[in-house]
């Protein structure tokens, strides 16, 4: 199995409807996985209400004290460009003070698809919903990712698979696939997704794997400017 080559691909195989995401508009979709009904709540501000700090209407701000805080964020396939603050800003609880501020983001290599790191957090928790956060003035703020965990406890898991390799079939589940970008194109503003289950659990797991694309190939700069991933563990 080969990495589908573009998101835009993505987006026509997608079960999702193509949307147009206003500025303080929650929009909510709905994957259906085995025994799991997973809802994606998306929100987007845009001019003055993006601010440094990241007040959705619906999505919870980012928190300094989740699960993800104190987990080991490693990476699997792909490169960080090298401007951007690395794996390290998904969790470090800073957050940009700008639409533009490389230093306060994780994003990959100009001109490349993406990437997939791993979050592991060193023993199976009860996740409760995950949340991440992005912050441009154009293409590089709309998310497209997919997300998959594991217990790793499958006789077949493996930690690190490559981008060749489909995470379902050696031991990871897909939890959920994000698309935030708009049939206009004007991706530019304050993104954020929640990723949350009806039943208050996404399930127990130690480890999610993130597999990030970048989202358009028209010039060398597709890849998001990821400010913050939070993994809130249920109470």
Known sequence: MSREPHPKALRAKSNYHSVSVKAALAIVLFSFAAHAQVTITLDRNTGAAATPAFRFARVPSPAKDDAASTAKVELIAGTVERGSAGLAALTDGRLPGNEDEPEANLFFRGDSWGGRFRIDFGAVIDIGEV?????????????????????????????????????????????????????????????????????????????????????????????????????????
């Open 131 to 235: 949340h991440s956060y992005s912050w441009h003035s154009d293409t590089r703020a709309p998310q497209v990712y997919r997300v998959y965990a594991s217990d790793g406890t499958d006789p077949n898991f493996n930690p690190m698979p490559g981008v060749k390799v489909d995470p379902t079939t050696c031991g990871w589940r897909e939890v959920a696939f994000v698309d935030t970008r708009t049939q206009e194109g004007d991706g530019g503003g304050q993104y954020g997704v929640s990723i949350t289950d009806k039943t208050g659990s996404l399930g127990r797991y130690r480890y999610l794997l993130f597999d990030v694309y970048e989202t358009e190939s028209d010039d060398p700069w597709g890849n998001t400017f990821y400010s913050e991933i939070d993994v809130v563990a249920k109470k």
